[in-house]
């Protein structure tokens, strides 16, 4: 089995990278890829830790999107995340860009930083940065554990519910490229773009296979359907679409550690197994360059 999709201490995850691959050994994975947030600053690190487990270390990345636009249903409301594979050289055309995204990032900390000293709660968000190696290293999870920490809400969820969520007080949006912009991007530094966790556009199921198809021919290469926290009729069904839309099909666990403590490297919920042919056909559609 395989895991295609994990965040370490480089993005939002509480691991350091080399600590992902020792997990995905344990777990019996022949494979792992690190998807950090708009970083590829983890992959040299993990790919040394793979070397020494006989696991084969996937490079990759996760890039927030523009919301699409659904065929029936007009502009997407959900979060709406890419995840790129087998890149890893920063000066790429993909790595170029993902240097803005952080520079951006670190913009939309900096004013989230602000709009709760604003909103009176009592959060150290320069502490915050200097723990998470710098502003841009810094995502939403690291807020909501902080705002949990400083008694303004009850757990994580409530965290976003109450103030991180897209429409609440804490909310600063930070999205600027679309994911036919960065199918592009992935293709010209010899990777592909996959739509992950495909459930989040809160799609149902009619308007989500128009929207995948239309993004299929805008050159995303494949669909995260088997995803840790799917059932197995979502999975299904997300499978069905990926086949008729001519796409392939991904799994992860989307493992942040300690930021969401019920899922583990390549076992996700527990029930997840991903099979290794399945990162056989993704490599088959990267692009020659
Ligand atoms: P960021 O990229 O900093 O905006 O943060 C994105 C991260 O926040 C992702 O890992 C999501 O899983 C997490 N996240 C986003 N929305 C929610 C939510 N409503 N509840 C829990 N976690 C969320
Ligand atoms: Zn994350
Ligand atoms: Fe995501
Ligand atoms: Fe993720």
């Known amino acids: 089995m395989i895991d295609l999709h994990t965040h370490s201490t480089v993005s939002d995850g509480s691991d350091p990278p080399e600590r992902i691959c020792e997990m995905a050994a344990t777990a019996g994975c022949s494979a792992v890829a690190l998807t950090d947030h708009d970083s590829l600053a983890g992959i040299p690190r993990a790919a040394e830790a793979a070397k020494a487990t006989g696991l084969r ?20 409301a959900g979060s709406v995340h890419v995840l790129v594979y ?51 290293g810094l ?61 989040s556009l809160g799609l149902e199921p009619g308007p989500l296979e128009r929207l995948v198809a239309t993004l299929a021919e805008s050159g995303l290469a494949g669909l995260e359907a088997i995803y840790g926290r799917y059932r197995p009729e979502e ?14 099909v991904t799994g992860g666990s989307d493992y942040h550690g300690s930021f969401k403590p019920d899922l583990e490297v390549g076992t996700g919920l527990g029930d997840l197994a991903v099979p290794d042919e399945v990162l056989d056909a993704l490599a088959a559609r990267r692009p020659s360059l």
């Open 139 to 199: 995502g939403r999870p690291h807020f909501a554990r902080a705002l949990v920490r400083a008694g303004a809400a009850s757990d994580f969820d409530d965290a976003f519910k109450l103030w991180l969520a897209e429409g609440r007080p804490a909310y600063v949006p930070k999205a600027r490229v679309t994911i036919s912009e960065i199918a592009a991007l992935a293709g010209a530094s010899g990777g592909v773009a996959v739509l992950a966790h495909p459930m």
């Open 57 to 76: 270390l996937v490079p990759g990345c996760e890039v927030s999107c523009k919301a699409p636009t659904s065929p029936s249903s007009g502009p997407v």
């Open 86 to 136: 087998f890149v890893e050289d920063p000066e790429s055309p993909l790595g170029r860009e993902l240097a803005v995204l952080r520079a951006d990032r670190a913009e939309r900390n900096r004013k989230l930083a602000a709009r709760l000293n604003e909103l009176g709660v009592a959060v150290d968000c320069d502490t915050l940065a200097a723990e998470a190696g710098g502003w841009e």
């Open 235 to 248: 999975r299904k069904r997300l499978c069905e679409i990926a086949a008729r839309t001519g796409l392939a």
